[in-house]
Nanobody, 126 residues
């Protein structure tokens, strides 16, 4: 059974940092793109960042550019999201997603994404 398990969320003050992790089990994800999405209370789910299977191609939402960095370790089947200079508007449940969409496709749609984690809550206080 395929599982994506996120960790690393929590409460942080504005300006602080968090590093989210998403560990994939049950299948090797070295050949699929992975991404991060978030959903704040009362809002729709939105794209945050995505990375190609090789790690060479990365995409970010405008809100994340310059502050967030996505990376992956295929040997560990894990994708990371380093979040710096956090703002209260970054408060949301962050979920990771995997395949079969390309990282490029994840920028514009979540439809067709095969696997989702349950999410980890990030709360940024002002």
């Amino acid at each position: 059974q395929v599982q994506l398990v996120e960790s690393g969320g929590g409460l942080v003050q504005a300006g602080g940092s968090l590093r989210l992790s998403c560990a994939a089990s049950g299948r090797a994800f070295s050949r699929v793109a992975m991404g991060w999405f978030r959903q704040a209370p009362g809002n729709e789910r939105e794209f945050v960042s995505a990375i190609s299977w090789s790690g060479d191609v990365r995409y970010y939402a405008d809100s994340a550019k310059g502050r967030f960095t996505i990376s992956r370790d295929n040997d560990k089947n894990t994708v990371y999201l380093q979040m710096n200079s956090l703002k209260p508007e970054d408060t949301a449940v962050y979920s990771c997603a995997a395949g079969p969409l390309t990282a490029h496709a994840m920028r514009v749609t979540a439809e067709g994404i095969e696997y989702w984690g349950k999410g980890t809550l990030v709360t940024v206080s002002s």
